[in-house]
């Protein structure tokens, strides 16, 4: 699918409205007011359902204007495609009607991962278009080559296989045994990713072979060992900059003077990044952060929040870990390197090149400005002091939203 006029719509002008924000003659003077107000007022978030209404828009090729275009012209057209796709309702069993399940994805804002799988077939979109709806309608990693599940649905798309085909390949997949193949003999003796073990895959037969290798981790399809593992050095680049911090001779908070410890990577809580990168947040008496939705921009920002719970459910193994805590961690990172680059310009390019050369290892895609929170962060890496402009545009979030914001028409 071409997605240029797409693009057009929303990623282009989310280009705009940054650098109308960046280009301001008061942005180095003004400029976490200037972001707020662009993220308050023009910057908005793209629910899934607005992704996949201009998806239809654009493959059915609709003459109006893509705004008096009515609810049920869509919900019409996924029946239909789904008829001539030979498509179900659902991938499991469900009482619900098409009409009522297709109404909820349009109007959603967002959905299971499944359904985007589902669509997948109902729709006869591409691989490129399902891992388009994946990493930029849902902000998830692409197609999972650990998930037998998922690869078996990319197999299908690839070779433009209906859902009938998909059933057929899941049925022999489950009653063939863990590991009946050797994967070394398969592949020869090379160490190949799963990744692109999987774009080897060109018929049933070695599809089969390659899921059944998959059997041997019991079943469970953990997302990314990569993005873990990216995480994990962001997160200790992050604590030896704290520790920087604390070190510091003006280092005085929480009777955390350099003079009575000096300060390592180890001694690094989640607790102390979260002091540092989320400073102007609010806590409440018990400590912990002010409630997300207290936050005018938390809409805007998917409920996307820096904190020291969410880290430590990371590195306890019970969340996965997603392009947000990976941007976080690289925007701070890169916040307190400012000596490192010549100019703010120079800082930006290489905040983007390293940030997405991760996001591509961990199948996320890339940047996506769209995204209010990846603006939000993208605009801060060009201000004169990123972290701090970032803490001021979270604190004016939490402002009292009756007060009267600052008047920069200047």
Known sequence: MDWDKDELDYTVNAWEQLYDVVDNSYFFEKDSELIFQALKNRVRFLSFGEFLKRYLYKAAQLQEHFEDVPLETYQ???????????????????????????????????????????????????????????QKALREQGINPKDPFEVICWYCYKNHYTFPKYESLWTTYLQTPANEVDMKLLFSDRTIRYREGMGTIENDAILISFLSGLKTKDNKSSFSVTARESFLELYDQSRDLVAKLLNEPDASEDGKSPGMKQYRR??????????VISAAIP?????????????????????????????????????????????????????????????????????????????????????????????????????????GTYADVWELSYLNQQEKQPDMRG
């Open 266 to 275: 180890e001694d690094i809580t989640p607790a102390d990044l979260e002091h």
């Open 283 to 387: 806590i409440n008496k018990q400590g912990n952060l002010a409630p997300g939705k207290a936050s005018s921009l938390n809409d805007s920002f998917d409920g996307k929040r820096f904190s020291r719970q969410r880290l430590t459910d990371i590195l306890s193994g019970a969340m996965d870990v997603n392009r947000f805590d990976l941007i976080t961690l690289c925007f701070f990172v890169y916040s307190q390197r400012l000596d490192d680059f010549a100019n703010n310009k120079s800082r930006y390019i290489a905040f983007v090149d390293e940030m997405n050369c991760i996001l591509r290892n961990c199948d996320m895609g890339e940047l996506y400005v769209a995204h209010p929170y990846e603006c939000f962060v993208l605009m801060c890496i060009l201000s004169e002091d990123p972290l």
């Open 76 to 134: 019409q057209i996924i029946k239909d495609s789904f008829a001539d796709n030979a498509t179900p309702k659902s991938f499991g069993e469900t009482t619900a009607k098409l009409s009522a399940l297709s109404k909820n994805w349009l109007t959603q804002r967002t959905v299971n991962r499944k359904v985007v799988f589902l669509l997948g077939f109902g729709l006869a979109m591409s691989v490129d278009d399902v891992n388009e709806f994946l």
